[in-house]
Every structure is written in structure tokens, then in C-alpha cells.
């Protein structure tokens, strides 16, 4: 019986994290107006009341940053862009730098999301420069990796994936200021996810490109999000993963009451 329970609300905090604190971040994409700032304050109270063990992040629309900081800023839960140039500054109409991202009060900047890989053709040599952009702005950059449904079938997920791993990131990134989201293309806003299993081989795959990279010790200190139709249902056996250091939430942070329920697997 105790076995069976165990299983059935897996706790996160056991499993060997080399000291990593786990992320949970909101990807809040193209949704939301002023208004939605209520959810915000309701995150920000649920988190205050009972605070997990994980930092917490909202990315609004970038207009959105600057209310949100101001108004919540520094308590609790922290907020980011959602894409930047790569540019410092210049003639790009229409385009934020991570500076102005950081001046509104951002910390984090999602970078290489498979939707603006795909939209926007974002090859992995753009999103590393974006994240390059992002280091010499001071804030954090979450670059997101993901294979398709045909590529996964075509049993080349872990190829793939490895592949923007090694170029997406730029050669001074550490784990102070690089989070890596790997995120299923085909299981973003489906409310499909890999198997356990697949997620558990991705992640460690994900690792071992890391520690190759940047050396055991900074490697196994970077944090490596989930991310891909996490919900309040599944987010307890997700998060218990190894190696699976948070998650990147898109449908499911837009509601407090949702998001702070997937924070539950970060309390005790
Ligand atoms: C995302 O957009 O990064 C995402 C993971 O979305 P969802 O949680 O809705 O699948």
C-alpha cells in the first residue's frame, strides 16, 4: 500500500540534483492583456502563502513585464521576455533587446522556442546569438530544444536534439546564466507527452551533451526543464524525473489556480 502511494505522488526533493534548484516557468505566449494581472497577483499570494521549493517564473507579452514587475516584483515570483534580438540595439522594427527586457524588470528571456523556430526560421546559430544577447544583458537565458513528431519517429529524437544542444548554446554559457528547456515539439499545447522513460533518456542525454561540453562540474550545476503540455495532473511524476530540473509551462500558467497547483510537487 505504502508502495503503491509512493508511486502515485512520487516526491521530487530525493533524487540526486547536484544541488540544482528547480525552475517552474509560465510561458504566457501571445495571451493576456493589463487585466491579467489579476492572475499574477493570486500567483503571487498562493506563492507567498506557501512558497515552494523551486523559483517561479512568469514570461508575459513584453509589454506586460514592466506592470508586472513593478506591481510584483521581488516577491516570490520573477518575470521574463519570451524572445529577444540579438543585437544589442539598432534599426530592427519591432524587436526587443534583452536589455530592454531587463530594463522593464525581466531576469529570464525564453530563446529558440519551436515556435520561433518554426515560425520565424530560427536556426540554432540565431537562438545561440540570442542567448549571447542575453548573457551580456545580465539576464538568464531558457533555450528551448525539441525534435518533431517525424523526427522522433524516424527514431532520431536524441540525434536532434544533442545537435541543438551542442550549437544553440554560446560559448560562455554556465549555469548561472543558461537554463536548458527541452520541449517536445508534438507535445506542446496537444496534451500529449513522451513516456516517462523518453523523457528520463532525453534529459540524461541532454546532461551528458552539458558535462561534455562545459566540464562535469558546471554541466551537471545547469538546470534542464521539461517542458510540453505539463499540467496539475501530471506535473508530480514529471518533476520527479532524473534530471528534470522544472518545467516550462505554456496553457497551464495562465491561471494561477493551475499553475500554482503544478508548483504542489514542490512542496512539502
Ligand atoms: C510552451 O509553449 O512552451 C508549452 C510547453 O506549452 P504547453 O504547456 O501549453 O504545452
Redesign the pocket.
Known sequence: MAGRELRAKPRVMTKDTHGRRPLVAG?W?MNGLFAAGAEVESLVNRVRASAPAADVLICPPATLIRPFAAAWGQRGVAFGGQDCHHADEGAFTGDISAAMIRDAGGDYVIVG?S?RRSYYGETDQVVSHKAAAAHRAGIVSIV?VGETLAEREAGRAIDVVSQQVDFSLPTLSNAGNTVL?Y?PVW????GKTPSTDDIVAMHHAVRTRLTARFGAAEGNRMRILY????KPANAREILALADVDGA??????LLARDFDAILDAYRS
Open positions: 510561458n505566449k522556442h515556435e528551448c528547456a520541449e507535445a506542446i499545447g496537444t517542458g510540453g503540455s505539463v516550462l509551462v505554456g496553457g497551464a500558467s
